[in-house]
Nanobody, 127 residues
């Protein structure tokens, strides 16, 4: 069973940076996609970024392009995905979730595309 654990969230001032981490234990295949989603209060969970061997890094939302960078470190039995977030804005406030698929080799914005989810990490951008 794949387990995803996010970390790195917190309270940051506008214009600041954060790096979120998602550790995927027992996720041994480096070609499957890992994605980041976020959910702000009262809003739908939305895809932010994804990375796979086939697609490389992808940013989905126009609002994050140029500010969010997804990377991935493939170790023998554990994969770690990172989301570097720069020039944070108050509208980036949300719970950030990572998700992984062992069904598809490519990225997607669809939540149903992913088999495993982490518990989420809160990012709050406020002065």
């Amino acid at each position: 069973q794949v387990q995803l654990v996010e970390s790195g969230g917190g309270l940051v001032q506008p214009g600041g940076s954060l790096r979120l981490s998602c550790t995927a234990a027992r996720f041994t295949a480096d070609y499957y996609p890992i994605a980041w989603f976020r959910q702000a209060p009262g809003k739908e969970r939305e895809a932010v970024s994804c990375i796979s061997n086939r697609d490389g890094p992808i940013n989905y939302a126009d609002s994050v392009k140029g500010r969010f960078t997804i990377t991935r470190d493939n170790a023998k039995n554990t994969v770690t995905a990172y989301l570097q977030i720069d020039r944070l804005k108050p509208e980036d406030t949300a719970v950030y979730y990572c998700a992984a698929s062992l069904t598809y080799y490519y990225c997607s914005e669809r939540r149903g595309h992913y088999d495993f989810w982490g518990q989420g990490t809160q990012v709050t951008v406020s002065s």
